[in-house]
């Protein structure tokens, strides 16, 4: 059977769909029609619109999208995680079992995906799991209460493991179950993990949602949460060497939801401290996706402590200049609380400044402050504030995007604009209906459709916070590294 794609390359392909006829009690193989191959970064859709589809199926029962493909890989050494998502009126099977309206599953090796009546498709991974105890290797606990831990990796960071993981209570077993995440972190040797604590308090649509929180006696705290599908924005714009700009009004859609997780935040009395592509993740690949923040392993909850933060902490290409890191790192470590000494610490509009790095990387691909790479000229870049808009990359964007943006990358702490104001910018602000439309159609009703609140309000209760505080009794001394 041939592939569609004839212009990928062989390294490119991911996972291939392959058509089957429906035969009485069996599947056959329908060797009339071409496999359609996944590739990293590339939605594959199926449907009955021969201009949006790349599987056409013309029959009245097939929505004009039905359904869609894709492959999100972390990074070139990790195994994809493949995934389909049902758009239709009448109903995509996943193995014979139907999904939810608008649900996105995990898929794998072998999966059928039927649209009744009208054809199946048999799905086959090109990069297979070749590890299946991964979890026992890594240390952790394979079985919490209701929730089983996969061996599928999501994402790894400086601090854990991310993997895919299961609840076995589900509500509705008539229905295609859902996917989780589990963070693994180890616990900070001092105090009760920061970073579960915040999450469990917070319920946002564009903040990324936690049912559990479990800690063992070997020191991993398990932190369960949703499973966001469509990979990180670093991924979303990464093309082979370098990152690429999105169209202006998609910038925008992007800009605004961050903002109004910051609003939500901030009013919260809770700064992210490391606002970057890498923890920005989208649900599903695609212009107009529901974006979520994650990663607050170095947040601060400012309600509970004194209003400004001394603690230099972050990615230096995304941090604020008042937040104190130094360019020489041998006075850096000297000074450690640097910013102390120099200023007089630093609060939550550090949050503002690296969304000012998000929106210019999102406009221009180009990270405002890169310098030659090295992390002395990024924070010495940074410092000096200067900007340049005359790269041609700026040329096609609207001198209002890069005003909004020059506001939020200024040194003056007091004319950068806070969470709220940030609003008012006319960028922002001459749009306000139609994104407050968008945001009401897409974003917040895409959480509606993905999960059942009274389901989450239920397990959020059952959250073993009782357990954390064991962990720490018996904690080890592996401590979570803080700049
Ligand atoms: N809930 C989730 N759903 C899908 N992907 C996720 C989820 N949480 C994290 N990831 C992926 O895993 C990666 C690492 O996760 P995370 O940033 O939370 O770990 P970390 O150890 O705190 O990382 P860092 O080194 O950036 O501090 C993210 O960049 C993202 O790609």
Redesign the pocket.
Known sequence: MGIAQIDYNEKEILGVLEPFTAKPGNFEADEQLAAMAIVKNKLVKLGRSDRECDIVLNQASVSSVHCVFWAIR?DDDSVPLYYVKDCSLNGTQLNGMSMKRGQTCLLEDGDTITVPNVAVYRFVARIRQTTHDLVEQLGFRADIENWHITSKI???????H?LVANNRNPINVTHQSTNY?V?V?KIKPNRLDEEAKILLKLSHPNI?RVYKTFADAGGNLYIF????TG??LFSYLATSDCLSSVPETEALLIVYQILQALRYLHSQGIVHR?LKL??I?LCTPEPCSRIVL??F?IAKNLSSSRSRMHTVVGTPEYCAPEVGFKADRTAYKRFSRAASFEQHGYDAKCDLWSLGVIAHILLTGISPFYGDGSEASVIHNAKMGNLNFTSSQWSIVSNRAKNFVRRLLEIDVHRRFDSSSAFEHSWIARHKGQLEKIYQKRIVQDVDITFNVEDIDQKRKMSDTASICSAYETRNKMARVQQ
């Open positions: 972390f999501v994402g790894s960071g400086t601090f854990g991310v995440a963070k972190i990324i949460q949703d499973l966001i990979g990180d490391d890498d923890n993740l994650a990663d392993g």
